[in-house]
């Protein structure tokens, strides 16, 4: 692939690292990013992690072979919004979101028929929002889900993109892929803001290694979560209740002082644990 | 210190990494090892981290200068009744057991006035149990609860000791011990074990870094887990109780697609655990 222009639209974390990989792999790739505002660009620029910083989006837009969407749910469906009628024809747009449902309602929505559209979602993030953490290698062994049809050519296109980068391509319905983030990172995600948010601020200070790992994700950004959470609800809702059936399994097994029934549920956990050790 | 015989009742992970620290530090010190049965023995004998292991319980006990358990709670209660009537006047017992106010109780029952008790509860564990993972400098570093009064001379003996094998040393009540560790240890394991009970094994391949952290004490072991939930069980229910009013607000700000709300709790969240990341 040879000197192609990507636009990439939200240079954060995520999208800064993608510029970086890219221009590594793609020397031949001209990468703008987009900044909403002055002080978006003036951290972008910075951080020189594009080429060029832009900050009109039809310019960035409007001659891009690859069109990105590095942002939360809601401003993805914001910005396919606002790009519709200036991508170019042929131009293969695709995405990072966190809940792919909500993507793929609003890629149908605006995007134009003319314009290929190929949702994904790498399987990789980190606490730390901002474009000056970003890292070239965090595609790298990362399990890259794609929920387009493995069949278009867009889509051939997009898999090698994330291929050359490193990234292990899965190919999953988005219906699929949001049950299954909803159970392996959201909720995980909402345990963890819930438990950072009861423990007394004094007691912080006797933390053991156990409370530092179930709280570590809890520094993750507001905006981006706030989205994620409710982009994906229904799943969401549904394994709360769930989660919260098995807490109240331990309640009652604790008020009858059932030692067999404790000792059963946290057999369970030992033994699922096994398999997700086996595993990694 | 010198000459003094330590026996150690449950030379497992805790008991056994405690029982090579000593040695490096204390080298006059005689190190005994109970096993309750032959294949304890055998596990021991084939580590080789005492100077002896003894079958015969009256035997490891009724001349030692120091008697440690390092037993799950319910074992530490069951082995003082066990000693108290050979155990030596003037010894001093101490435990690594991770509740406190149900072993005070056992204490003032079973120990006679004429033996010195010291309550203690280092703060460092493994998910791994076995006296095959001992580490000697487990104990470096780490956060060491003594819960017994300050000022008796058994109390800076035991002080003393923590604090040659690099332990800090931090006095609470039994009381207050129970109800920081509730919040800080035993309903992050509770919380972890309900977890990995609740994915779905084939999802487990997906699973990110955020599932892993989280999961990743509910691989402790069962025997030592159960004793902890129940011994500590009033705190731990009040615990879970608003733990579960914090899901409960999710919950309901989800329903509502109140996305302010949802946003300022994960900003509490995100706040809180920069209290914790400033501490450590």
Redesign the interface.
Known sequence: MKNKKVAIIGVGFMGGSLALALREKFPNFIIWGYARNKSAYDRIKKAGVVHKVERDLKKSVQDADFVVFALPVRGIVEYFKKISSFVKKGAIIFDLGSSKEEIDRAALKYIPKTVHFVGCHP?C?GEKGGVEFCVKGLYRDA?CIITASPRTAATKIVVKLWQQLGGKVIFLSSKLHDK??S???H???????????????E??????R??????????????V??DI??SN?EN??R??E???K??KK??AA??K?D?RK??D??????K??????N??
């Open positions: 399987l993030g399990s299954i983030l159970s392996v990172s909720l995980p995600h909402l345990i963890s803001f819930s438990m950072t948010d009861f423990i007394s601020k007691y912080l200070k006797f933390s053991s156990s409370l530092k790992d179930l709280t570590r994700i809890s520094d993750s950004p507001a905006p979560w706030t959470l409710l609800k969401l809702l394994d709360l769930g989660f919260i098995i807490l331990f309640d604790m008020k002082g030692r404790i000792g549920l946290i057999i369970r956990a030992n699922k644990h096994q398999v997700l050790s595993l990694t």
